[in-house]
Antibody, heavy 118, light 109 residues
Framework: QVQLVESGGGVVQSGRSLRLSCAAS????????MHWVRQAPGKGLEWVSF????????LYADSVKGRLTGSRDNSKNTLYLEVNAVRAEDTATYFC???????????WGQGTLVTVSS | QSALTQPASVSGSPGQSITISCTGT?????????VSWYQHHPGKAPKLIIY???NRPSGVPDRFSGSKSGNTASLTISGLQAEDEADYYC?????????FGGGTKLSVL
C-alpha cells in the first residue's frame, strides 16, 4: 500500500537551515507530483510546495517563496524540502503528500515536527 | 492566496447529522469544481474523504457527502459516530496552487 514517511524534523536554531525528507513506497513514485503541506501548532493546514513528477518549475506558497526549496530524487523514491534561514513561523509539522488525479491530495504521511528555537 | 474560511468547531450527538461550511472566493471555489475534504485525527496522516465536490474515494462511507453552491462548499456527515470526531479541512484548486481551509474541529458529544 502507499506509504509516505517523513524525517529530518527536530529542534533547529533560528537562522539555520534544515532538510526534510519523505520516503515513498507502494506506488510508482516517478510518475506522481508531490506536495509539502505544513501545520503550525494549533493552526490549520497550509499548502507549501508542489513538485511535479519531472521537477519542472516547482510551485511555492507566497509565504515561503525564496526560502524553501522542494526537490526529489526519483531513483531513491524520495522527496525533499530544504528550509533556509528558518524563522519562528516555520515551526510546524511538515507533511508530504501525493498529488491526486482530481486536484486533490490522495495520500499523506504522518508528518515530521520542526521546532525553531531562538 | 488566503485560506478558505471554515467554522472553528461544530458538534453533534451520535446518530445526528452535521454540516461544515467552507467559504472561498472567485479565485478558487467559485470558479472550480475541485473541492476536496480531509479528515485528520491529530498525530495521524490526514485522509481524503471527498474529491471534486461530491465524490467519495473507495472505502469512505456514504455517510460523508459534499456539495457546493457559489463560493461555498459543504461537507455533511450523517449518522454521526464516535470515530468521526476529528479535524476536517476543505481544499480547493486556486489560481495556480492549492488552498486549504483553517480547519473545523468536530466533537461527537
Amino acid at each position: 500500500q502507499v506509504q509516505l514517511v517523513e524525517s529530518g524534523g527536530g529542534v533547529v536554531q533560528s537562522g539555520r537551515s534544515l532538510r526534510l525528507s519523505c520516503a515513498a513506497s507502494g506506488f510508482d513514485f516517478k510518475v506522481f507530483g508531490m506536495h509539502w503541506v505544513r501545520q503550525a501548532p494549533g493552526k490549520g493546514l497550509e499548502w507549501v510546495s508542489f513538485i511535479s513528477a519531472d521537477e519542472v518549475e516547482p510551485l511555492y506558497a507566497d509565504s515561503v517563496k525564496g526560502r524553501l526549496t522542494g526537490s526529489r530524487d526519483n531513483s531513491k523514491n524520495t522527496l525533499y524540502l530544504e528550509v533556509n534561514a528558518v524563522r519562528a513561523e516555520d515551526t510546524a509539522t511538515y507533511f508530504c503528500a501525493r498529488d491526486g488525479p482530481h486536484w486533490d491530495v490522495d495520500f499523506w504521511g504522518q508528518g515530521t515536527l520542526v521546532t525553531v528555537s531562538s | 492566496q488566503s485560506a478558505l474560511t471554515q467554522p472553528a468547531s461544530v458538534s453533534g450527538s451520535p446518530g445526528q447529522s452535521i454540516t461544515i461550511s467552507c467559504t472561498g472566493t472567485s479565485s478558487d471555489i467559485l470558479n472550480y469544481n475541485y473541492v476536496s475534504w480531509y479528515q485528520h485525527h491529530p498525530g495521524k496522516a490526514p485522509k481524503l474523504i471527498i474529491y471534486e465536490v461530491n465524490n467519495r474515494p473507495s472505502g469512505v462511507p456514504d455517510r460523508f457527502s459534499g456539495s457546493k453552491s457559489g463560493n461555498t462548499a459543504s461537507l455533511t456527515i450523517s449518522g454521526l459516530q464516535a470515530e468521526d470526531e476529528a479535524d476536517y479541512y476543505c481544499s480547493s484548486k486556486g489560481s495556480h496552487t492549492r488552498v486549504f481551509g483553517g480547519g473545523t474541529k468536530l466533537s461527537v458529544l
